[in-house]
């Protein structure tokens, strides 16, 4: 018997412009007047402003102001760089390259949805018929599935941050939720179409993350078609046909730097090199991270997707847990088989969970629902108030213990009230205000009740942050002030830096202080600007080893923030 009895009444659909509202306040905080952070965010945009202002050889071997960076793919970056070139006309290249991440978030946020409706609008997926009548219809029922689960998935933790930065993750995990719908509407109908489909997906995927990944979900969609009794010789047809259409994307990156050999680099062996180098026997320091990491990552879709598969456990080969699981187990695995775990690895585990999670919120205790809306309530408002009240002790210095806390970690910032940013922050507030009172007062019976306040209580903390602490957070993370000294005390006449500046550093140096930075053939140059602790002494002993001749410092200094990073520019004596 299936666990879910439902009557019509708690299926009524999120309104669209309540759902667009909260789409528009999740993403473009963080969009706007924020400078590239270290490190993978500044990185990354250095390699779409290479592109961007490069030449072919650039869009063939992706660098990042002559530091080679070949290793996920170029996908992601050619994206930014094409909006920069689109877009960069309205002074910001910055704003232009993050523009790109709009369209990716809602490819993400509509591939969830749609996956979520096609699964729930399905005879297998229906709540019992009551005795008297009263139960939903299919499509309505489908769409509150929908928006529980795009609900969910941007009430997630780990998607806040990456999906407001300009790295490749954020277009990973966009095309993983793609690929997770193709793979539904493929198991409810295979056909060639939706094969292709598929096959331009996993493509998608090869040339943003690499080849582990859609090998291991090719795996996962023949278990699926094995677990679902799908015709196997014809999944086998379809499965290979989507290989080969993923593969000769995939060619249109490879084959042309093959052939052209950008900078006198093969991209395919260095790609290949970093692929291999993604998947080893797991450990304990990656199991351990997987879940240590993960209890928070994953919250809240963990807790109503473990609930959705215990709930739906006698309930044998449906679509809505067998697809989404396999997805789940197979990139859990990957996970853990990563020799260097981080939140990369976590990201495509999102859209699954989501998935997973709306349907689990189909069978979950009113008490326990209740829980989480007052957990929600609490936790979050608690936090609302303490960025406001740092934010107001920040601005006027009352009170001085809790002012000189705000400001411990950025001397010499001095805040100033921008206008625009509060008037922004406290609509936000005031729509948790009423958002709160709605849940409260009116106590309504749809399914995504329990989400809305989770969902929203976490849009409201990124809007906080990015618009009433965003100077300070561009003042801690970006590297422009730096860039500016630099380019200050460069000489003139001098043709090419060279630098052991990583990738954040030298995109941003390039970038805010045009920085003439050696190719990537790393040409002999008469400036040296080197990156050390400040720590350590002078050493220009060191120096003298491993440059040779002698030199003369121009310029030392560091961010403000960070009182161990140093950054020395010398020049060679002639």
């Given at each position: 018997m299936k666990p879910v009895r439902l009557p019509a009444a708690a299926?009524?659909?999120l309104p669209r412009w309540a759902l667009f509202a909260l789409g528009l306040l999740y993403i473009l905080p963080g969009l706007i007047g924020r400078e590239p952070w270290k490190n993978d965010d500044a990185a990354s945009f250095g390699i779409m402003w290479t592109m961007a202002h490069g030449g072919l050889a650039d869009w063939l071997w992706p660098n990042v102001a002559g530091m080679?960076?070949?290793?996920?793919?170029?996908?992601?970056f050619w994206l930014g760089a094409i909006f920069i070139k689109l877009f960069g006309w309205i002074g910001d290249e910055v704003f232009a390259a993050r523009m790109s991440t709009i369209g990716i978030f809602v490819i993400s946020a509509l591939s969830v949805w749609y996956t979520a409706f096609n699964l729930g609008r399905r005879g297998d997926a229906q709540p019992l018929r009551l005795a008297f009548g009263g139960q939903p219809e299919p499509d309505d029922f489908g769409r509150t599935l929908a928006d529980a689960a795009v609900l969910i998935y941007l009430g997630c933790l780990g998607l806040l941050q990456h999906s407001h930065d300009i790295t490749a993750e954020a277009l990973y995990v966009s095309l993983m939720a793609y690929m997770l719908y193709r793979a539904v509407r493929y198991v409810e109908r295979a056909s060639l179409r939706n094969a292709i489909l598929m096959g331009l997906a996993l493509g998608g995927l090869t040339l943003t993350r690499g080849w582990v990944a859609p090998a291991a979900l090719t795996l996962s969609l023949l278990l699926c078609a094995v677990f679902l009794r799908l015709p196997l010789r014809r999944t086998l047809g379809h499965l290979a046909l989507a290989v080969v259409v993923g593969a000769l994307l995939t060619l249109v990156w490879l084959l042309p730097g093959e052939l052209l050999q950008p900078y006198g680099h093969a991209p395919l062996q260095a790609w290949m090199d970093w692929n291999c180098r993604q998947f080893s026997m797991p450990d304990r320091q990656s199991v351990v991270y997987f879940f240590r990491v993960g209890i928070w990552f994953f919250w809240p879709a963990w807790p109503f997707a473990a609930w959705a598969v215990y709930a739906w456990r006698r309930q044998h080969h449906v679509l809505h847990i067998v697809v989404p699981l396999t997805f789940v187990a197979m990139l859990a695995l990957l996970a853990m088989f990563h020799p260097d775990p981080d939140p990369a690895q976590l990201l495509p585990l999102l859209p699954p969970l989501a998935v997973m999670a709306a349907f689990g919120l189909l069978t979950m205790k009113r008490g326990a629902i209740n829980a989480i809306d007052w957990f929600s309530v609490m936790v979050l408002t608690i936090?609302?108030?303490?960025?406001?009240?740092?934010?107001?002790?920040?601005?006027?210095?009352w009170p001085p213990k809790l002012a000189h806390n705000a400001l411990k970690l950025l001397p010499g910032f001095k805040p100033e009230?921008?206008?625009?940013?509060?008037?922004?922050?406290?609509?936000?507030?005031?729509?948790?205000?009423?958002?709160?009172?709605?849940?409260?007062?009116?106590?309504?019976?749809?399914?995504?009740?329990?989400?809305?306040?989770?969902?929203?209580?976490?849009?409201?903390i990124w809007v906080l942050i990015m618009t009433l602490f965003l100077p300070e957070l561009n003042y801690s993370k970006s590297y422009a002030s730096v860039a500016h000294q630099i380019s200050v005390n460069l000489p003139q006449g001098n043709a090419c830096i060279n630098t052991n500046v990583g990738a954040a550093q030298r995109a941003s140096f390039a970038y805010y202080g045009r920085l003439p930075f050696a190719g990537v053939d790393n040409q002999r140059c008469d400036l040296l600007l080197l990156q050390d602790s400040s720590r350590k002494r002078d050493g220009r002993d060191q120096l003298q080893e491993q440059h040779g001749t002698d030199w003369i410092k121009l310029w030392e200094g560091r961010r403000a923030t960070d009182d161990v990073e140093r950054f020395r520019l010398y020049q060679r004596v002639k």
């Amino acid at each position: 018997m299936k666990p879910v009895r439902l009557p019509a009444a708690a299926t009524l659909a999120l309104p669209r412009w309540a759902l667009f509202a909260l789409g528009l306040l999740y993403i473009l905080p963080g969009l706007i007047g924020r400078e590239p952070w270290k490190n993978d965010d500044a990185a990354s945009f250095g390699i779409m402003w290479t592109m961007a202002h490069g030449g072919l050889a650039d869009w063939l071997w992706p660098n990042v102001a002559g530091m080679s960076m070949p290793d996920e793919g170029p996908l992601a970056f050619w994206l930014g760089a094409i909006f920069i070139k689109l877009f960069g006309w309205i002074g910001d290249e910055v704003f232009a390259a993050r523009m790109s991440t709009i369209g990716i978030f809602v490819i993400s946020a509509l591939s969830v949805w749609y996956t979520a409706f096609n699964l729930g609008r399905r005879g297998d997926a229906q709540p019992l018929r009551l005795a008297f009548g009263g139960q939903p219809e299919p499509d309505d029922f489908g769409r509150t599935l929908a928006d529980a689960a795009v609900l969910i998935y941007l009430g997630c933790l780990g998607l806040l941050q990456h999906s407001h930065d300009i790295t490749a993750e954020a277009l990973y995990v966009s095309l993983m939720a793609y690929m997770l719908y193709r793979a539904v509407r493929y198991v409810e109908r295979a056909s060639l179409r939706n094969a292709i489909l598929m096959g331009l997906a996993l493509g998608g995927l090869t040339l943003t993350r690499g080849w582990v990944a859609p090998a291991a979900l090719t795996l996962s969609l023949l278990l699926c078609a094995v677990f679902l009794r799908l015709p196997l010789r014809r999944t086998l047809g379809h499965l290979a046909l989507a290989v080969v259409v993923g593969a000769l994307l995939t060619l249109v990156w490879l084959l042309p730097g093959e052939l052209l050999q950008p900078y006198g680099h093969a991209p395919l062996q260095a790609w290949m090199d970093w692929n291999c180098r993604q998947f080893s026997m797991p450990d304990r320091q990656s199991v351990v991270y997987f879940f240590r990491v993960g209890i928070w990552f994953f919250w809240p879709a963990w807790p109503f997707a473990a609930w959705a598969v215990y709930a739906w456990r006698r309930q044998h080969h449906v679509l809505h847990i067998v697809v989404p699981l396999t997805f789940v187990a197979m990139l859990a695995l990957l996970a853990m088989f990563h020799p260097d775990p981080d939140p990369a690895q976590l990201l495509p585990l999102l859209p699954p969970l989501a998935v997973m999670a709306a349907f689990g919120l189909l069978t979950m205790k009113r008490g326990a629902i209740n829980a989480i809306d007052w957990f929600s309530v609490m936790v979050l408002t608690i936090c609302a108030f303490v960025l406001w009240l740092f934010w107001f002790a920040a601005l006027t210095g009352w009170p001085p213990k809790l002012a000189h806390n705000a400001l411990k970690l950025l001397p010499g910032f001095k805040p100033e009230l921008g206008l625009a940013a509060f008037f922004v922050a406290a609509c936000a507030t005031a729509g948790w205000v009423a958002l709160v009172h709605w849940r409260i007062s009116r106590q309504p019976a749809v399914l995504w009740r329990a989400v809305v306040l989770s969902s929203g209580g976490l849009i409201l903390i990124w809007v906080l942050i990015m618009t009433l602490f965003l100077p300070e957070l561009n003042y801690s993370k970006s590297y422009a002030s730096v860039a500016h000294q630099i380019s200050v005390n460069l000489p003139q006449g001098n043709a090419c830096i060279n630098t052991n500046v990583g990738a954040a550093q030298r995109a941003s140096f390039a970038y805010y202080g045009r920085l003439p930075f050696a190719g990537v053939d790393n040409q002999r140059c008469d400036l040296l600007l080197l990156q050390d602790s400040s720590r350590k002494r002078d050493g220009r002993d060191q120096l003298q080893e491993q440059h040779g001749t002698d030199w003369i410092k121009l310029w030392e200094g560091r961010r403000a923030t960070d009182d161990v990073e140093r950054f020395r520019l010398y020049q060679r004596v002639k």
